[in-house]
């Protein structure tokens, strides 16, 4: 049987308590059996023809990813680089959520009622699980996570044998962080590159609809359009960093960038860029977050050199006004009414 991978993602900072955990999760899941351990520069900072994101295109099967990121960033940063699947249900969800709420997380949960690019692109016969290295401190929690994602795999792919046709599971083994005795000591495939801190936004397809207000406001040219004429990001390093104003005027909170400190933007599974922070903004007096976002990118044009366009340009007019229809009895009526001058 093929060996599970589990990538884990190194932190940007060689902060000692992260750089501790990465080691000690080598460390324990070298030793678990049907897993092989790849480990890779930070995600978000893998350049798309590097070394980094060839490694994780060549794996064929499922996929297990560890990293400092939220698993929905973790998982479309993915996903533009090619490296697409279903997303996997966690038990490490966000805030300790229970196995109940983590699918409606998932693919297409927003608005029924709205086609999403998602439900126009077959996903290939793989699930791809993302955890956050930020939602737990002990390494144990991670492998039994690990070996639970293991098991299930393992169960599905199984052909049921026997009379009654019942497949019986033994309860897990305790989890083991120390290394054990071995005459062949395994070892992690490491991934060598040279990795600069990027800035660029990320779509997250399960909640775009291609309504291509992006493209529209960013004068950057980040956005472009593929040969079905749906939104991507085309050149990510045209973007400023720092600047996520796109994601703010984004009406289905489905553009994320992965580094921003607002778990909204960053791409936390309950985040809402648009609609809840306008409301709580408006509630205190502040501006909402199309004012916000208009300040962001005309901060952004006078750094580059270029004029302040304010909401003269990109804004969207999500309520047009009423166009005007064939006259009824009430429109004689009013008129009427206003001939008596009362």
């Known amino acids: 049987m093929a060996k599970l991978t589990v990538v884990i993602s ?72 090619g490296i697409r699947g279903r997303m996997g249900v966690s038990l490490l969800a966000e805030g300790e959520a229970s196995d109940e709420d983590a699918p409606e997380n998932q693919e297409g949960s927003n608005d029924g009622d709205k086609p999403r690019v998602l439900d126009s692109r077959p996903l290939p016969p793989r699930t791809i699980h993302c955890l956050d290295l930020r939602t737990k401190q002990e390494v144990s929690a991670y492998v039994a996570e690990v070996r639970r994602i293991r098991d299930e795999a393992a169960v599905q792919t199984v052909s049921i044998t026997g009379p009654l046709g019942i497949l019986a599971r033994s309860a897990p ?7 054990v005795a071995s005459s062949e000591e395994p070892v992690a495939r490491k991934v060598e590159e040279q990795a600069a801190r990027r800035w660029y936004p990320v779509i997250d397809y399960s909640r775009c ?13 980040v956005y472009g359009v593929d040969r079905a004429d749906t939104i ?10 720092g600047c996520p104003a796109c994601s703010r005027v984004c009406p289905e909170n489905a553009i994320i960038f992965p580094q921003h400190k607002a778990p909204a933007i960053a791409g936390s599974a309950d985040g809402e860029a648009g609609g809840l922070k306008i409301d709580l903004s408006k509630l205190f007096g502040a501006p909402d977050a199309l004012d916000v976002a ?49």
Not at 33 to 54: K, Q, R, S
Not at 232 to 241: G, T
Request: glycine residues 8%; charged residues 25%; negative net charge.
């Open 173 to 179: 083994a305790p989890v083991v962080v120390a290394p």
């Open 294 to 342: 208009v300040l962001e990118r005309d901060v952004e044009l006078v750094a580059v050199g270029r004029g302040a366009v304010g909401k003269s340009v990109g804004i969207p007019q999500r309520q047009p006004a009423r166009t005007q229809g064939p006259r009824d009895e009430l429109d004689d009526l009013i008129d009427e009414l206003d001939r008596l001058s009362l």
């Open 209 to 221: 609809t291609n309504c291509m207000e992006c493209i529209d406001f960013c004068l950057f040219g």
């Open 232 to 241: 991507l990001v085309e050149q990510p390093d045209n973007c400023r960093k």
């Open 10 to 81: 190194q932190g940007q900072s060689a902060q000692p308590a992260r750089r501790r955990l990465e080691e000690e999760l080598v460390t324990a899941l070298l030793f678990e059996p049907g897993v092989e351990v790849t480990v890779i520069p930070h995600l978000y900072d893998l350049a798309p023809n590097g070394t980094g994101m060839l490694c994780l295109q060549s794996v064929p099967g499922d996929l297990i990813v560890l990293a400092w990121l939220f698993p929905r960033a973790a998982h479309w940063t993915l996903d533009r680089n």
